[in-house]
């Protein structure tokens, strides 16, 4: 009799921490954000030294209340320096959190004005048909999910590939930032509906090959609609039963680099992934990039209304800063004279914070080009953090037009004084070399030793 009550007993505490571990197959709640947590803190403390003493994933503002996405494990940390917060998670979690959704009333579904997957993927094919002598869908890659990742290029003949300037223009690498799908969407179409009536479009789309990628996490972006309005990474399932994979931190150059610009953690929200370029999202930008003559890219987020710059995984000046400042300055000067805001430039590491395998010290670093982070408006958390409106769509593409169109003309300008630059050789040999380099880093990782 004793015998089977400790097996009761013993079954009972397997199943209870199989069910803590996420494991118990019948548990209610999956195992999605990992070891994530959503806090509140009240806004009249000073967030600022938090911020730079913790790493947190700030999620938006409700009056008083400022929410962050962060690690469970930094919980007690943060109590004892002294904050206030309260644990918010269940709110944030799955369907039915009417107060995270945009002022989505309108037409168009859960999104509203913003795109879905397959709201993109018709627009974009309405476009190439409607204009086939400047438009053309191109499928670099497909998503974990079997996405396409769509590039429309833009340019006259646009099914051959011309002696002319690529220039890039990326969005949504972070599911939540919804708004940074329809800024390079709404400049792709801006371009192609203005060939006919404005000289100026017209001049720089026959003398340039555009590349609109509005949306490089498919998957991540419709997790973001459906089930989880915050959510930011793709939809990998990690080894650890958590999901996602930090698409700007999975890019190869310096990949890894430390663990302060990105995290070997799965569930962290800067999980850098297994190994550089792991995610089929980025092999599918880099291919695109090995295969096109690409001299300058944008790659559009939010928030926090700055123009940023390589180097984002240390805080060092490349060897164009100047250029690449006043590019930068240029651009802002360009946005602020439509509405009036104001976007602050600077070094990515020092204007936001440290990342390592972003996008944009990839392009730089590879390519050498000029390759900025644009984050689009709000500025901050209280004007509404990653959660904009439908009615903020059209400024905030109107603001942005006028930068976007400078740097294509910098880029056909400098292009036709320099010359086709031998890219491809460039670009291999320094992709050999680093990869030795990424494969070390990635080995003493995983023997649980830290690279530096
Ligand atoms: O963290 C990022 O990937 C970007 N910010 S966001 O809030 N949209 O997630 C910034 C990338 C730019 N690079 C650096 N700041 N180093
Ligand atoms: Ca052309
Ligand atoms: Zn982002």
Same mark, same amino acid.
């Given at each position: ?186 400049? %792709?179409?801006? /371009?192609?509906? *203005? &060939? +006919?009536? !404005? ?7 026959? #003398?340039? =090959? ?33 999901? %996602?994979?930090? /698409?700007?931190? *999975? &890019? +190869?150059? !310096? ?7 990105? #995290?070997? =953690? ?54 164009? =800063? ?131």
């Amino acid at each position: 009799m004793k015998k089977t009550k400790i097996i009761q007993i013993l079954i009972i505490l397997i199943l209870l921490s199989a069910a803590l571990y996420g494991l118990w197959p019948f548990s209610l709640s999956e195992n999605e954000t990992g070891s994530l947590e959503v806090i509140a803190l009240d806004s009249r403390q000073d967030l600022r030294t938090l911020r730079l003493n913790f790493p947190l994933d700030p999620l938006l503002t409700d009056g008083l209340k400022v929410y962050f996405l962060v690690e469970r494990k930094y919980l007690d940390s943060i109590q004892e320096a002294g904050y206030v917060f309260t644990i918010e998670t269940g709110c944030f979690q799955h369907k039915g959190e009417k107060s995270l959704r945009p002022q989505a009333e309108g037409t168009g579904g859960l999104n509203g004005a913003y795109h879905s997957y397959r709201e993109l993927a018709s627009e974009l094919k309405s476009l190439a048909t409607s204009y086939p002598t400047l438009a053309r869908l191109y499928v670099p890659g497909q998503s974990l999910e079997n996405r396409n990742i769509y590039a429309l290029k833009i340019s006259d003949n646009p099914g051959l590939s011309e002696d002319e300037p690529g220039i890039a223009l990326l969005g949504g690498h972070h599911a939540r930032e919804w708004i940074s799908v329809e800024v390079p969407l709404l400049i %792709g179409r801006y /371009l192609l509906e *203005n &060939y +006919s009536r !404005e000289d100026r479009v017209r001049a720089l789309v026959n #003398s340039a =090959e555009v590349w609109i990628i509005p949306m490089v996490n498919p998957d991540g972006l419709e997790y973001s609609i459906l089930n989880y309005r915050l959510w930011r990474k793709n939809r990998r399932l990690n080894q650890d039963g958590s999901y %996602g994979v930090d /698409l700007n931190r *999975n &890019y +190869s150059y !310096e990949w890894a680099y430390d663990d302060i610009g990105s #995290s070997p =953690e799965p569930s962290s929200a800067v999980f850098r992934g297994t190994g550089p370029f792991s995610e089929p999202e980025t092999e599918a930008i880099r291919k695109l990039f090995q295969n096109q003559r690409i001299s300058a890219a944008i790659s559009y987020h939010s928030f926090s209304q700055l123009i940023l710059y390589p180097w984002g995984y240390l805080d060092q000046p490349t060897e164009d =800063e100047a250029l690449l400042q006043s590019l930068a300055q240029e651009m802002a000067g360009l946005i602020s004279q439509v509405n009036g805001r104001v976007y602050q430039t600077g070094r990515a590491a020092t204007s936001l914070y440290l990342t390592n395998g972003d996008f944009a010290d990839w392009a730089y670093g590879f390519f050498r080009i000029p390759a900025f982070t644009i984050e689009l408006p709000p500025v901050d958390l209280v004007q509404g953090g990653f959660l904009n409106s439908e009615s903020d769509i059209e400024p905030i593409f109107r603001e942005n037009l006028p930068a976007a169109l400078y740097l294509i003309e910098w880029a056909i300008a400098s292009y036709v004084s320099k010359g086709a630059r031998a890219f491809p050789l460039l670009r291999r040999e320094l992709e050999k070399k680093h990869e030795i380099m990424i494969k070390d880093r990635a080995g003493a990782a995983f023997k649980g030793k830290e690279s530096r």
